[in-house]
């Protein structure tokens, strides 16, 4: 009987970890929520056929020089600039998302370069040339105002198969009444491309360094609904995709961000890199 209770008990310990082993990847790392400040982003809507947008390019990141990692750059290549039917500017930037965005702010239509501030309208325009993305950006970053909302990311990389898998969390800090929308951006930096620039020579440059470039979402070009939080609430939104075989995971990131969905204007944002 001893014997039979002590093989029982082993068989027993042996079922528990194989039970262990059965449990599938991938295993997610605690999210951490960072208590840090007021981020802004700053969306160029650009081209790699526009020979003046390279000068918005290098003031953006002049400009985060001054304001380091608090300024999230975002490239978005759409229009006709971006149009892939003259060589050697065959490349396509473009996605989804970039073009709908550039239609229904119409960037475009009133020129490049040009861009956005937190998706804030600046005398009735939501469009703002690169020379007043400064001031822009230091309004939003000097704000006094309570942050309503901090942003979490974690993302699970899966270097063989490719599979993102993307947790995000809000904590809400104050009450947040009415629509608002979480939208998650995949974002590929350090792409080497023709682009055309008329402070370089020649014009067309082979190796061009695309920074911070938009190539699609997790959720959509507006993402998701998050309505009527209250402080002290978390909301939690999962998300997995596979990423485009072309896209060097080792320059990807996430630009996360939750904003007004009657304005349009962003709360917050943050940035993860997958590697």
């Not at 014997?3 to 082993?21: E, G, P, Q, R, Y």
């Not at 896209?247 to 961000?257: C, G, N, Q, R, T």
């Amino acid at each position: 009987m001893k014997k039979l209770l002590t093989l029982s008990a082993a068989l027993l310990i042996v079922a528990l970890f194989n039970s262990c082993d059965k449990v599938s990847p991938p295993y997610k790392n605690p999210i951490v929520v960072p208590a840090g400040e007021r981020n802004v982003l700053v969306e160029d809507f650009t081209g790699h056929k526009c020979g003046f947008c390279p000068r918005a390019t290098r003031a953006a990141y002049d400009l985060k020089q001054t304001f380091g990692d608090r300024m999230i750059v975002l490239s978005i290549h759409a229009g006709f600039f971006a149009s892939t039917n003259i060589p050697p500017f065959t490349y396509d930037f473009k996605c989804a998302e970039s073009i709908a965005l550039d239609t229904d702010f119409g960037i475009s239509l009133a020129g490049n370069p040009n861009g956005m501030v937190n998706r804030k309208k600046i005398n009735g325009s939501f469009i703002i040339p690169y020379t007043s993305w400064g001031a822009e950006v230091a309004n939003v970053l000097n704000s006094t105002a309570p942050l309503p909302v901090r942003i979490g990311i974690n993302a699970e990389y899966d270097t063989t198969s490719r599979q993102l898998d993307t947790e995000v969390q809000l904590d809400f800090a104050s009450d947040l009444l009415g629509t608002h929308k979480l939208s998650v951006y995949l974002v590929e930096d350090s792409i080497v491309k023709w682009q055309k620039d008329y402070d370089a020579t020649p014009n067309d440059n082979p190796n061009y360094v695309h920074r911070e470039v938009l190539r699609g979402s997790m959720n959509g070009t507006y993402g998701d609904v998050i309505s009527n939080t209250t402080a002290g609430e978390t909301v939690v939104r999962n998300y997995s995709t596979t990423l485009n075989n072309t896209w060097d995971a080792k320059h990807m990131s996430l630009v996360v961000f939750l904003y007004n969905d009657a304005t349009k204007e962003i709360i917050q944002v943050e940035q993860k890199h997958l590697e």
